[in-house]
T-cell receptor, first 113, second 117 residues
């Protein structure tokens, strides 16, 4: 089954404790992206990657890091999480070009105390 | 920069009736794509419909159709014969396609639709 898998689905942690949210897709997609969803703001792009070793900032990259060492994986790293990063996070992937629709993971609910 | 605006934070409709969700966007691009995504309480993001800006014909998917007005930069979603399972948050999204930045989506704020029995 074609899918984007995120882990964990829920996480409660404390300020300053490094965490990683994993994202993996099995569709051989070139393009992968991370979004955060906040009430009244919709989804906003954090980082994206157009292929292995090619990443770039989205609209709200501060406080986040990413890497793309393999085509299927695109982890999101919070080196020193803060309460303002409490949010719902989505990973998405798509084929390159032509307005291809993005396929989304099931989301990660992150709470930072 | 592109912006997408959904001016209706909440809407409700009776089962079997028709409802229209509004979306406007701002861009200087001529070639782009527009999408509606549905997010039910399970929080999955589900593609509802896709429109190519260079196509005049409005996209249709079963009970879902759009009214795309390129000059007015308007992209509304019409849901016919509303069903209880249509209850969800609906997001309008704009995709600019450029070689340097890939398939970047800009989302609106969302409209919470409730279908009442």
């Amino acid at each position: 089954e074609a899918q984007v898998t995120q882990n964990p689905r829920y996480l409660i942690t404390v300020t300053g404790k490094k965490l990683t949210v994993t994202c993996s897709q099995n569709m051989n997609h070139e393009y992968m992206s991370w979004y955060r969803q906040d009430p009244g703001l919709g989804l906003r792009q954090i980082y994206y990657s157009m292929n292995v070793e090619v990443t770039d900032k989205g609209d709200v990259p501060e406080g986040y890091k990413v890497s793309r060492k393999e085509k299927r994986n695109f982890p999101l790293i919070l080196e020193s999480p803060s309460p303002n990063q409490t949010s719902l996070y989505f990973c998405a992937s798509s084929l390159w070009g032509g307005g291809r629709p993005q396929h989304f993971g099931d989301g990660t609910r992150l709470s930072i105390l | 920069a592109q912006t997408v605006t959904q001016s209706q934070p909440e809407m409700s409709v009776q089962e079997a009736e028709t409802v229209t969700l509004s979306c406007t966007y701002d861009t200087s691009e001529n070639n782009y794509y527009l999408f509606w995504y549905k997010q039910p309480p399970s929080r999955q993001m589900i593609l509802v419909i896709r429109q190519e800006a260079y196509k005049q014909q409005n996209a249709t998917e079963n009970r879902f159709s759009v009214n795309f007005q390129k000059a007015a930069k308007s992209f509304s979603l019409k849901i016919s014969d509303s069903q209880l399972g249509d209850t969800a948050m609906y997001f309008c999204a704009f995709m600019r396609v450029k070689e340097t930045s890939g398939s970047r989506l800009t989302f609106g704020e969302g409209t919470q639709l409730t279908v009442n029995p």
